[in-house]
């Protein structure tokens, strides 16, 4: 159905908690992403997976790790959250720098 | 370093109106373009891209983008706009830092009034 899934769409927490957004995707994409997205901003990339265990730094990585055990799941955590990482995240795949597939996002407060 | 400019943060036009977004890019290779749209609490889609060849490209809705590699630009065209095209548009140019980046211009927030 080429579909870029994003849990949660909300999410409310507290500076120093650990955040998990999950993102999955049904189209056997190599390359997965993630991006946050700042009023004015654009989108700036945390991370870049090639594939399972294949990851590598994006522009802005500090304060995130990510996750991918299998091809179609990749995670962002945030270990103790900052409230500078109050943003939007998308999560995207693809194959290659070809056309991405994003996600609908996650909303991220840290209070 | 690659970078997108979109100079224009907000356009404001009529329905029915011609619209151009404009986009500068800056590349050390040879620039592979997109346009990507963002409706309202929604991801991004592709709208259109470019390779090679013509320089011409169409894409979904009507619209379409013209490349110049003499201008540096890539700016994405519509003859007569709707109310529903209003969105945020983004130019992006593939290539970064990192393999397999995609470098985003910090988007134009189109609105179509009736």
């Known amino acids: 159905d080429m579909k870029v899934t994003q849990m949660p769409r909300y999410l409310i927490k507290r500076m120093g908690e650990n955040v998990l957004l999950e993102c999955g995707q049904d189209?056997?994409?190599?390359?997965m992403y993630w991006y946050r997205q700042d009023p004015g901003l654009g989108l700036q990339l945390i991370y870049i997976s090639y594939d399972v265990d294949s990851n590598s730094e994006g522009d802005i990585p500090k304060g995130y790790r990510v996750s991918r055990k299998k091809r179609e799941h990749f995670s962002l955590i945030l270990d103790s959250a900052k409230t500078n990482q109050t943003s939007v995240y998308f999560c995207?795949?693809?194959?290659?720098?070809?056309?991405?597939?994003f996600g609908s996002g996650t909303r991220l407060t840290v209070l | 370093a690659q970078s997108v400019t979109q100079p224009d943060a907000r356009v404001t036009v009529s329905e029915g109106a011609s619209l151009q977004l404009r986009c500068k890019y800056s590349s050390s290779g040879t620039p592979y373009l997109f346009w990507y749209v963002q409706y309202p609490r929604q991801g991004l889609q592709l709208l259109l891209k470019?390779?090679?060849?013509?320089?011409v490209v169409q894409g979904v809705n009507g619209f379409e983008a013209e490349f110049s590699k003499s201008n540096s630009s890539f700016h994405l065209r519509k003859a007569s706009v709707h109310w529903s095209d209003s969105a945020v548009y983004f130019c992006v140019l593939s290539g970064g830092q990192v393999v397999g980046q995609l470098t985003f211009g910090r988007g134009t927030r189109l609105q179509v009034y009736a």
């Open positions: 470019y390779y090679s060849g013509d320089p």
């Open positions: 189209m056997s994409h190599e390359t």
């Open positions: 995207a795949s693809g194959t290659g720098a070809e056309t991405l597939y």
